[in-house]
Nanobody
Framework: QVQVVESGGGLVQAGGYLRISCTAS????????MNWFRQAPGKEREGVSCISWSGGRTDYADSVKGRFTISRDNAKKTLYLQMNSLKPEDTAMYYC??????????????WGQGTQVTVSS
């Protein structure tokens, strides 16, 4: 059974930083691109970042480019998102998901419970 579990969210002041993590089980982690999505109240879920299976390619939404860094540890089956210079508009529930590639981000895993990131002004 494929499962992803997100963790590391919290409350932080604007300008601060957080690192969130996602562990995966039930899939060959190294075979998949991994993605971070987020969903703010009343808004649709949006893609934040993607990393290829090898880590050699990373993509970012324009809204987080230069502030967020995605990384992965295939041995630990863990995905990370380092978030710096946080803004109140980054407040959302953050989710991870596997996809075939960063060119095709069709989600292949069941959504986890997410991790809440709240940025106060």
């Amino acid at each position: 059974q494929v499962q992803v579990v997100e963790s590391g969210g919290g409350l932080v002041q604007a300008g601060g930083y957080l690192r969130i993590s996602c562990t995966a089980s039930g899939l060959t982690f190294a075979n998949y691109a991994m993605n971070w999505f987020r969903q703010a109240p009343g808004k649709e879920r949006e893609g934040v970042s993607c990393i290829s299976w090898s880590g050699g390619r990373t993509d970012y939404a324009d809204s987080v480019k230069g502030r967020f860094t995605i990384s992965r540890d295939n041995a630990k089956k863990t995905l990370y998102l380092q978030m710096n210079s946080l803004k109140p508009e980054d407040t959302a529930m953050y989710y991870c998901a596997a996809s075939g590639s960063c060119n095709d981000r069709t989600v292949l895993t069941t959504w986890g419970q997410g991790t809440q990131v709240t940025v106060s002004s």
